[in-house]
């Protein structure tokens, strides 16, 4: 069967959807041959001028593993909006289009043939409006907002039809209200729309009503294709000759997610850690929130990290640095002994600066991780002083993460209070710098006498106020780090 999707009007600015998610939708149900994406011209637009978006077909063609596809349009942001999809039902639907394209079902993008399609599916908005300017005060009624979605045999018949229409009511009293800049203020008629106690009207979603009505495959199973992904980027990963516009690498999404909202199963910690050592992976921004319902097994990628990491490019590897934030999320006690690995990085003065997480799990060697985080510091407010040093925001992540493991310690890091008061009096740590309350705090927490701190610059406390707060918050975060 041949099948035809209509949009909705498109205005001038805004750009095409390649292949929709009600496209792909249709696609990826049995017995869709093809689908043919139009849009409703606008009726405002002058009809002499050219339509700004040409039909497109698309086709699934079975092709080898790996072949670059076309990629439907994220249906948890544009196809919820459009058409009703919610959070639920959307995403385990993208991960299967995800993960039969990984496997093969590539879709492709035609030439329109202009041939009529067996089924037309429309979804269309448009307003009717009374007035002729709405920019001036009127009485008339308000806009009429209409949707609707249409289903069409070939012979242009309809077989299926929803309309919703709404408009805003009006109150029966006017009011007098005032309007305008203090400069031209003045009063003027107003008719107060009746809302109060009048329901919302509820949406009609396209989805929903092809859902009720149709065979359109609009839903999937919520954990399938996330399960199955896994044996499929396993695959993936044991192939270096697929790169990295390889189809199978959206699978990583789905997998991260399933581990983040079911837990992990068996092989889950090996498959992230050769995930992380996989140079052709680029992406962590999600891994965090995976990483840390690994639990124990969440060590394996304890090597792979850091080992990553050495062998980056700095600075060009950029997206390394959000690789180094996730030994942050590794069990407890993981960096109590350290590596040789993570003694070579944690010694090279330009790559530790993405080992931002690296740096705050120091805490784990108690006082021994001292000297090091006193020469992050060293190394740190220099280049956070020059501001205009490319590497300053690694160095203000590392510096944060210093911080945090000489406050984690307290007062078994009692003997970095002498160096770093040191650094402060040497200008290394410059004043303003020294006199915000973060470096204060942290001053406290090694052991310096709270009544002895100054006011931070510009702090409009008093110094009993400023000193009462600090131990409020001393006492606070050893209450929440027992």
Same mark, same amino acid.
């Given at each position: 069967?041949?099948?035809?999707?209509?949009?909705?009007?498109?205005?001038?600015?805004?750009?095409?959807?390649?292949?929709?998610?009600?496209?792909?939708?249709?696609?990826?149900?049995?017995?869709?041959?093809?689908?043919?994406?139009?849009?409703?011209?606008?009726?405002?637009?002058?009809?002499?001028?050219?339509?700004?978006?040409?039909?497109?077909?698309?086709?699934?063609?079975?092709?080898?593993?790996?072949?670059?596809?076309?990629?439907?349009?994220?249906?948890?942001?544009?196809?919820?909006?459009?058409?009703?999809?919610?959070?639920?039902?959307?995403?385990?639907?993208?991960?299967?289009?995800?993960?039969?394209?990984?496997?093969?079902?590539?879709?492709?993008? *035609?030439?329109?043939?202009?041939?009529?399609?067996?089924?037309?599916?429309?979804?269309?908005?448009?307003?009717?409006?009374?007035?002729?300017?709405?920019?001036?005060?009127?009485?008339?009624?308000?806009?009429?907002?209409?949707?609707?979605?249409?289903?069409?045999?070939?012979?242009?018949?309809?077989?299926?039809?929803?309309?919703?229409?709404?408009?805003?009511?009006?109150?029966?009293?006017?009011?007098?209200?005032?309007?305008?800049?203090?400069?031209?203020?003045?009063?003027?008629?107003?008719?107060?729309?009746?809302?109060?106690?009048?329901?919302?009207?509820?949406?009609?979603?396209?989805?929903?009503?092809?859902?009720?009505?149709?065979?359109?495959?609009?839903?999937?199973?919520?954990?399938?294709?996330?399960?199955?992904?896994?044996?499929?980027?396993?695959?993936?990963?044991?192939?270096?000759?697929?790169?990295?516009?390889?189809?199978?690498?959206?699978?990583?999404?789905?997998?991260?997610?399933?581990?983040?909202?079911?837990?992990?199963?068996?092989?889950?910690?090996?498959? *992230?850690?050769? *995930?992380?050592?996989?140079?052709?992976?680029?992406?962590?921004?999600?891994?965090?929130?995976?990483?840390?319902?690994?639990?124990?097994?969440?060590?394996?990628?304890?090597?792979?990290?850091?080992?990553?990491?050495?062998?980056?490019?700095?600075?060009?590897?950029?997206?390394?640095?959000?690789?180094?934030?996730?030994?942050?999320?590794?069990?407890?006690?993981?960096?109590?002994?350290?590596?040789?690995?993570?003694?070579?990085?944690?010694?090279?003065?330009?790559?530790?600066?993405?080992?931002?997480?690296?740096?705050?799990?120091?805490?784990?060697?108690?006082?021994?991780?001292?000297?090091?985080?006193?020469?992050?510091?060293? &190394?740190?407010?220099?280049?956070?002083?020059?501001?205009?040093?490319?590497?300053?925001?690694?160095?203000? #992540?590392?510096?944060?993460?210093?911080?945090?493991?000489?406050?984690?310690?307290?007062?078994?890091?009692?003997?970095?209070?002498?160096?770093?008061?040191?650094?402060?009096?040497?200008?290394?740590?410059?004043?303003?710098?020294?006199?915000?309350? &973060?470096? &204060?705090?942290?001053?406290?927490?090694?052991?310096?006498?709270?009544?002895?701190?100054?006011?931070?610059?510009?702090?409009?406390?008093?110094?009993?106020?400023?000193?009462?707060?600090?131990?409020?918050?001393?006492?606070?975060?050893?209450?929440? #780090?027992?």
């Amino acid at each position: 069967a041949r099948a035809r999707a209509a949009g909705r009007p498109l205005g001038d600015d805004e750009a095409p959807r390649g292949c929709d998610p009600l496209v792909a939708a249709a696609l990826f149900t049995a017995g869709v041959d093809e689908v043919v994406r139009l849009h409703v011209p606008d009726p405002r637009r002058d009809p002499r001028e050219r339509a700004p978006h040409a039909p497109a077909a698309y086709r699934v063609a079975r092709r080898p593993a790996g072949a670059p596809s076309v990629v439907p349009a994220d249906v948890a942001t544009w196809g919820a909006s459009r058409t009703g999809w919610d959070g639920r039902a959307a995403t385990p639907l993208a991960d299967e289009w995800r993960l039969r394209i990984a496997r093969g079902e590539r879709v492709e993008e *035609l030439a329109w043939d202009g041939v009529p399609a067996d089924l037309t599916v429309s979804v269309r908005e448009w307003h009717e409006d009374s007035a002729t300017r709405r920019t001036r005060w009127t009485l008339a009624p308000g806009p009429i907002t209409v949707r609707r979605v249409e289903v069409r045999g070939r012979d242009g018949a309809v077989l299926l039809r929803r309309t919703a229409a709404h408009a805003a009511l009006r109150g029966r009293l006017l009011s007098v209200a005032g309007t305008g800049s203090v400069e031209s203020f003045h009063f003027g008629w107003a008719a107060a729309p009746a809302t109060r106690g009048v329901p919302r009207p509820e949406e009609l979603k396209a989805v929903d009503v092809l859902r009720e009505w149709t065979t359109l495959r609009l839903d999937a199973d919520p954990r399938a294709a996330a399960l199955e992904a896994r044996a499929d980027l396993a695959r993936l990963l044991a192939e270096p000759a697929r790169g990295t516009e390889d189809p199978a690498f959206a699978l990583i999404l789905p997998v991260l997610h399933d581990v983040e909202a079911h837990g992990p199963v068996a092989g889950d910690a090996a498959l *992230l850690a050769t *995930l992380v050592a996989d140079r052709r992976v680029r992406d962590f921004e999600s891994f965090w929130s995976a990483v840390r319902k690994l639990g124990p097994d969440g060590a394996a990628l304890r090597d792979p990290i850091v080992r990553r990491l050495l062998a980056g490019r700095f600075p060009q590897d950029a997206h390394l640095a959000t690789l180094g934030d996730l030994p942050r999320h590794l069990p407890e006690g993981t960096f109590a002994e350290p590596t040789p690995w993570e003694r070579q990085l944690l010694a090279d003065p330009e790559r530790r600066l993405w080992a931002r997480g690296l740096i705050a799990r120091q805490s784990d060697r108690g006082a021994a991780a001292v000297p090091l985080l006193v020469d992050v510091l060293a &190394q740190a407010y220099p280049i956070l002083d020059a501001r205009k040093d490319p590497r300053e925001h690694l160095a203000r #992540n590392a510096a944060e993460a210093a911080r945090d493991a000489l406050a984690r310690l307290g007062p078994d890091a009692a003997d970095a209070l002498p160096a770093l008061e040191r650094l402060a009096a040497d200008g290394v740590v410059p004043e303003r710098f020294a006199r915000a309350e &973060q470096w &204060q705090f942290l001053l406290a927490r090694l052991g310096k006498p709270v009544e002895s701190l100054p006011v931070p610059a510009g702090g409009r406390d008093s110094p009993e106020r400023y000193h009462a707060r600090v131990r409020r918050e001393l006492a606070r975060y050893a209450r929440s #780090n027992r």
